[in-house]
């Protein structure tokens, strides 16, 4: 049975999170991965608050201020209503973006045949070897097949990573990019440093070190985002 408030909390407005675009973060409660790095552990453990009528009262009044919502969390793709939920958002005219730690490939799939998305942000956490340490989960070959799907259609995308040194290091980085590349991943290759938090699911310390860029492969663009 889905949940009755599956939504965690709605941030009203962005302009960073949905890229050019005015768009507002609803973030789901729940998560099927326990990264270590996590700091939103209010979202991943906690329960939703917020229910779907009353997630659509505030797109409601929001059409003609923004253009877009964020479907984030969380893991916004264990919604089981989810594509009846992207089918109302889609007739308010908004476009929708959904964020995602790739563990549910069939979901992305379907809402892609849907046309129910306009742009996707998806988490890289790391090659198999690391992937469950830093994940405690077993999501790799899920998180491999949503990569290929979204490398195979012409909604656009992006690929980001965040990373503690302790964590990843450069060698880390430069294999994860390897696999993107083999997976036909054309695009740029976002890293956003771990920032601190004492909140953090895995009560990592603060980032020790930042990663040497001039060690970083070249065969890939590379960004950081902080
Ligand atoms: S960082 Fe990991 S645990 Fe936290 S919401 Fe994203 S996938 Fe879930």
Not at 43 to 68: Q, S, T
Not at 137 to 164: A, K
Not at 179 to 194: P, S, V
Request: charged content about 25%; glycine content about 6%; aromatic content about 10%.
């Amino acid at each position: 049975m889905a949940c009755a408030k599956p939504v965690f909390d709605i941030t009203p407005f962005t302009m960073l999170d949905f890229p050019d675009h005015l768009a507002c973060i609803v973030w789901f409660a729940g998560c099927n991965m326990r990264c270590s790095y996590c700091y939103n552990p209010h979202i991943v453990l906690g329960k939703g608050n917020i229910g779907v009528d009353e997630l659509l009262d505030f797109l409601r009044k929001k059409v003609g201020r923004l253009e877009g919502v964020v479907l984030s969390g969380g893991e916004c793709t264990l919604y089981p209503k989810l594509t009846e939920l992207c089918y109302k958002i889609k007739e308010l005219g908004f476009k929708i973006k959904i964020d995602t730690n790739g563990s549910s490939p069939q979901v992305l799939d379907s809402l892609l045949k849907k046309s129910l998305i306009d742009f996707v942000s998806l988490d890289f956490k790391a090659a198999k070897s690391l992937f469950k340490n830093i994940t405690h989960s077993n999501f790799y070959d899920s998180f491999i097949h949503s990569l290929q799907i979204l490398c195979l259609n012409s909604v656009p995308f992006e690929v980001r990573t965040t990373v503690h040194a302790d964590l990843l290091n450069e060698k880390a980085i430069n294999e994860m990019a390897d696999i993107l590349l083999e997976n036909g991943y054309k695009g740029i290759y976002y890293l956003q440093n771990y920032l601190h938090d004492e909140n953090s699911l895995g009560n990592l310390n603060a980032n020790p070190k930042k990663l040497d860029k001039t060690l970083l492969t070249d065969k890939i663009r590379i960004k950081f985002r902080n």
